[in-house]
């Protein structure tokens, strides 16, 4: 009997979606079975900073696993809403290259773009940092699929001088070529949890229950294996700061964190993370870093609830430099790659 993966139509997602799929089938020796499903984002037009609600491209992959029509679900993580989704539970494969990149025409980078060029992405985080970065460009409200945001810069029929698109999503569709500069993260900071997976399950699935073995134990233990432990700390830090700023996934917020090896042979790991609130229009933005040492010694359990702490701290210390003067951090509309 094979497993149904969920998956948005979209190439992207198919793409990404396969990945999860070709894994689950070595993990398993079960044939899986992509089920598409359309969500709300896929169907509503119109500007992503306007269509309201996190989750619309979340939702009806949720709905799907609950009511049994999917399995599993694959999401990009940085779609997914920071409250917990009740009788379901995800991990996150290795992650992607979390960075943003500029596709300009003629191989220009942010530095070189002309005086008053165009630049176009859906997400008010990279354009308030674009624009901080660089005041005297136009960005532009754009949306539609990875193909058709390229065309309006590097198509035959191009209007603008660049857009902005996430590093995974194009290196996952094999598009790298089109990247003319690869964002620097001190210069546009990633949407948290930007280049990673969320394969989704129903909790009752892959948790014993009261002593009892998992409903579905093979798939169980491939989801265990699934989840790569320094990207599940890191984006646990990141999505930390946007659930304590109580931000949606397109308010100006970036986040982005890495786990690194201790300085001392044995002492546990390092996990870094930086975080940045910016003002819509660019004209301010700010920043907090901070580190926490994870000794090498405690129960995952302990582990995740320091990554969450750190991503708490990093928040409160941009809420009391008044972060929230500078964005609008009720904004609750994810981006897309």
Do not use: W
């Not at 070189?112 to 460009?137: E, K, N, W």
């Amino acid at each position: 009997m094979p497993i149904r993966l969920g998956t948005r139509a979209s190439a992207l997602a198919t793409t990404q979606s396969g990945l999860v799929a070709r894994r689950l089938e070595e993990l398993t020796g079960r044939p899986v079975e992509l089920v598409h499903i359309k969500t709300e984002g896929d169907v509503r037009t119109g500007s992503l900073a306007t269509l309201g609600g996190t989750g619309v491209f979340v939702t009806a992959l949720r709905e799907a696993l609950l009511d049994g029509r999917c399995d599993v679900a694959v999401h990009s993580l940085k779609d997914l809403p920071t409250a917990p989704a009740p009788g379901l539970t995800f991990v996150t494969p290795e992650r992607e290259d979390p960075r943003d990149a500029l596709c300009a025409r003629d191989g220009l980078t942010l530095a070189t773009l002309p005086h008053g060029g165009q630049v176009g992405t859906g997400s008010p985080r990279r354009a308030a940092q674009i624009r901080a970065a660089r005041p005297d460009l136009d960005v532009v409200d754009i949306r539609g699929n990875v193909g058709t945001r390229l065309n309006r810069a590097l198509g035959p029929d191009a209007d603008l001088d660049a857009v902005v698109l996430a590093y995974a999503g194009l290196a996952r569709l094999g598009r790298t070529e089109v990247i003319s500069e690869t964002l620097a993260v001190d210069v546009v900071s990633p949407a948290p949890g930007q280049g990673a997976l969320a394969v989704e399950v129903r909790t009752a699935d892959i948790v014993s229950d009261g002593g009892s073995a998992a409903r579905v134990p093979e798939l169980a233990e491939a989801i265990h294996l699934l989840d790569h432990r320094p990207t599940r700390l890191a984006v646990l830090a990141e999505r930390s700061v946007l659930a304590r700023l109580e931000a949606g996934c397109a308010a100006p917020v970036g986040a982005f964190a890495t786990l690194r090896p201790g300085a001392v042979k044995g002492a546990g790991a390092v996990l870094s993370l930086r975080a940045v609130v910016a003002a819509v229009d660019g004209s301010e933005q700010m920043s907090r870093s901070a580190e926490a040492l994870l000794s090498p010694d405690v129960a995952p359990e302990v582990l995740d609830a320091a990554a969450r702490a750190l991503g708490a701290s990093v928040a409160e210390h941009l809420l009391a430099d008044g972060a929230e003067r500078l964005a609008p951090l009720s904004a609750t509309v994810p981006e897309k790659a």
